[in-house]
Structures are given as structure tokens and as C-alpha cells.
């Protein structure tokens, strides 16, 4: 082999050295592929189930139709208007927070689950409009066990740091229009995790990230639960369910006082029959008032 044959085959095993990737990157990227990091599997998120024979089941508005369904959906288009009203046009509401409604109850058990659902269902059908639902009963989570859409990080691992995007925590659906935000694993620091400054910024930021959205916050009963009347402090709208025949007015009273000065509230009358079935049938009636006719 002459000198120049020699030269030229050390010159290609060089070359070849250098396309060939070391063996620990090689090692690393295996590594990568079978434990990917935890942002990159929150950017593959799924989209989430909502199932029409169970929203019918529950009693829920649903695109099976029915006269049951007919009702109902007229019943929430009249309680939706007003709260729209509310969240686009100027008015008394401050409007860094109009566009934000919280869904709660005097105590446990008057449907403000079911509310909360049907609310983000018939909001999803206007067609300039988006709606995120927000579980933010973080103590007792029911939105996401209600729609049987499976458990996945929310707005406690959102609190926590654990992702620094808040798109990493909603959940496109296979409704259209509508997204949710589940409540995340339970904590033992939930209260200061609501009261703290990213729960704040992260309502300013829902409330300015897009013009069109309503958001709607699944909240835990008022009373003997702190979490709820932190939550108000960021919040411009509130609809308290209200159970029919059942939920004393001093309860009301007592639970609207200590409210945020600031917050509209608007009231859901229902009255929820439990049946054999599991089913709902709720009557509703809508209340709006401000502060100052608390008193009243």
C-alpha cells in the first residue's frame, strides 16, 4: 500500500470516528427514550373522554337528545346569558376577574358539581366562546370522577412547581370548546397553595391569556372551609347552588358574608331527587345581586 493510499485510509476512519456518536450518547438517548422527562410526557397529553350515554345517565345535558335534555338546556342557557353578560360587557365587575366564576355551595351535597359541569357543557356550545373548567375543590376532587375521565395532573401540581406551564395542566376534550384542568393529587398544604401568589398569577393569566374563555371553578362548600373564600379574593363571579326545601337561608347568609366585597353573585335554585338510577332532576331559578344588596 503506497503512503497516499495510507494517508487516505486513516483520513476515512477519522471521518467515520467523528459521524459516530460516543457510546455513553448513544447509552444516554436509549435512556431518554425508555424514561422520557417528565415535560416531555406532560406535552403528549391525552385528550380526555367525555361520554354522551354518561352525561345522559347522570342527568346532564348531552347531544343525546331528549325532552328532558331540551329542558334542561334552556333552563342553563338563561343562567348562562346572564353570566356572559357579565364576563364580556363592562360593568361593575373589575375586569381582570369578569371572566372568572367560581360554582359553590352553602354546604355539601346541593349539586354544585352538576351545576359546575352543565355550565362549561352549555358554554361550550356558543360558538365564539371557549370554556375551562377548573376542579378546584381540592380537598374532595369530583369533576374528573364524575365524568369518568381518569386521573391526571392538575392545579395542585401546577401550585407545587412541578410544571412551570400552565397549558401542561389543560386537557383539550373531545367536546369542542371545552377544556379542563383537573384538581391534581390531594395536599396537606392546599389552603396556602390556593392563597399564594401563583394562584394568583395564574387567575391573572387565565383571565388575560385568552379573550374569548370563560373559566369556571368547581369550588368546595363556603362554609367550615377556608379554601373557598381564599379562592374569592381572585375571583369576579360566584353562582352558590342553593337546594331547594333543604338549605337554611341564615346558611346562605352566613356563607355569601364572607365573600370578597368585589364578587357578583348569582344563585342556582335546585332541588336533587336521588334515584335507584343514580339520576338527577334538578328546577333551577337565577338570582343575581352585588354587595351592596347583601344586606337586603
Known amino acids: 500500500m503506497s503512503t497516499i493510499e495510507k494517508a487516505m485510509g486513516k483520513l476515512a476512519q477519522q471521518a467515520l470516528a467523528k459521524e459516530k456518536p460516543p457510546e455513553s450518547a448513544v447509552e444516554d438517548q436509549q435512556a431518554m427514550e425508555a424514561n422520557p422527562p417528565t415535560g416531555a410526557a406532560v406535552k403528549d397529553k391525552p385528550v380526555l373522554q367525555i361520554d354522551s350515554a354518561v352525561l345522559k345517565r347522570l342527568g346532564m345535558l348531552s347531544d343525546i337528545r331528549s325532552r328532558e335534555t331540551r329542558v334542561l338546556s334552556d333552563e342553563y342557557r338563561g343562567i348562562k346569558r346572564k353570566l356572559l353578560k357579565n364576563a364580556f360587557e363592562p360593568g361593575l365587575i373589575p375586569q381582570n376577574k369578569r371572566n372568572l366564576i367560581m360554582v359553590t355551595s352553602a354546604n355539601p351535597g ?73 384538581a391534581g393529587m390531594p395536599h396537606h398544604l392546599s389552603n396556602e397553595l390556593l392563597a399564594s401568589e401563583k394562584m394568583r398569577a395564574l387567575t391573572e393569566e387565565l383571565n388575560s391569556r385568552y379573550s374569548d374563555r370563560v373559566v369556571l371553578f368547581d369550588s368546595p362548600p363556603v362554609l367550615g372551609v377556608n379554601e373557598t373564600v381564599v379562592l374569592s379574593n381572585f375571583i369576579g363571579q360566584a353562582v352558590v347552588v342553593v337546594e331547594q326545601d333543604k338549605t337554611k337561608l341564615a346558611a346562605v347568609k352566613s356563607a355569601v358574608l364572607q365573600f370578597s366585597e368585589e364578587l357578583a353573585i348569582g344563585y342556582v335554585m335546585n332541588k336533587a331527587v336521588h334515584g335507584k338510577t343514580g339520576t338527577y332532576g334538578y328546577g333551577y331559578g337565577y338570582g343575581y345581586g352585588y354587595e351592596e344588596e347583601r344586606s337586603a
Open 110 to 182: 346541593e349539586g354544585k358539581t352538576f351545576t359546575s359541569i352543565n355550565l362549561a357543557l352549555s358554554l361550550a356550545l356558543e360558538k365564539d366562546k371557549t370554556v375551562l373548567l377548573i376542579d378546584s375543590d381540592v380537598l374532595k376532587p369530583t369533576v374528573s370522577k364524575t365524568l369518568g375521565i381518569g386521573q391526571h395532573m392538575g392545579l395542585m401540581e401546577y401550585l407545587l412547581g412541578q410544571t412551570d406551564d400552565v397549558a401542561d395542566v389543560i386537557y383539550h376534550t373531545n367536546i369542542p370548546n371545552l377544556r379542563i384542568m383537573p
